[in-house]
């Protein structure tokens, strides 16, 4: 074996209509077979029926799926403190499975189930009196160091909002993670303590039926394999 490309498949329910989706993920070929790489990209592709995401493309591979006909989405970023501030008053932080569980109902409830065991999911709901926000993160590294947590899924972007900082000093005490990334396009508008990342990662999808609020992270890479 000298090459290989790394694919996840799901079947999405987007606007009424069950879709075919494939994450390509990890994509690797030896040094000298490196020339025949597109041709594995090129297979995959060929491939009817399906929507195509490739959640972190890196380097010149998003120069190869630009060429390829893939389209970037808009992940403008908050960098996020969490920092150790007291919660509002009204908001709680529910993190046992038992509490997840008990707190989610229809879809949440079943995207919990599906990930409950996912490799890279942390997960938790944010309840803002009677409401509630179900929430995917994932450890993640920014220059080799593993201090950092990025939002993968939020239910209820407004919810989160509203929680003020409870989220991100969960993930801070919980999950040891210093800095949460933020995009506005999953998690809505930041909290004040915070700052635009100057250049968030690219991801990328290729459909003829998409449009891009219809790309989310689920059933990807991005909850199952962590780095």
């Known amino acids: ?6 694919a996840f498949y799901s079947e999405r329910l987007v606007d009424g209509e069950l879709r075919r989706r494939c994450n390509l993920a990890a994509w690797c070929v030896l040094e000298e077979h490196r020339a025949h ?4 990209a090129r297979a995959m592709l060929r491939q009817r029926d399906y929507d195509f995401v490739d959640l972190s493309p ?3 591979v998003v120069g190869i799926n630009e060429r390829l006909g893939f389209t970037r989405l808009d992940t403008a970023t908050a960098l996020v403190p969490n920092l150790p501030l007291p919660s509002r008053r009204g908001v709680r932080v529910l993190t046992t499975p038992e509490e997840i569980d008990a707190a989610l109902t229809g879809t949440d409830l079943q995207v919990y189930r599906d990930h409950r065991g996912a490799a890279a ?4 709901v944010v309840r803002v009196g009677q409401d509630s926000c179900y929430v995917i993160a994932r450890r993640d590294r920014r220059k080799g160091l593993p201090l950092f947590a990025s939002l993968v ?3 209820d972007p407004a919810v989160l909002a509203r929680a003020g900082h409870a989220p991100y000093r969960h993930l ?3 999950h040891h993670a210093l800095v949460t990334l933020a995009e506005r396009r999953v998690a809505g508008r930041p909290p004040r303590l915070s700052r635009t990342q100057a250049a968030p990662r690219p991801r990328m999808f290729r459909s003829a039926a998409l449009e891009p609020r219809s790309v989310d992270y689920l059933y990807s890479e991005l909850t199952c394999v962590p780095w």
Request: overall charge positive; cysteine-free; glycine content about 14%.
């Open 153 to 155: 899924h939020v239910s």
């Open 58 to 60: 890196s380097g010149n």
């Open 172 to 174: 801070l005490l919980r």
């Open 121 to 124: 999911a942390l997960h938790f």
């Open 1 to 6: 074996m000298v090459g290989v490309y790394l």
């Open 37 to 40: 790489g597109v041709r594995l």
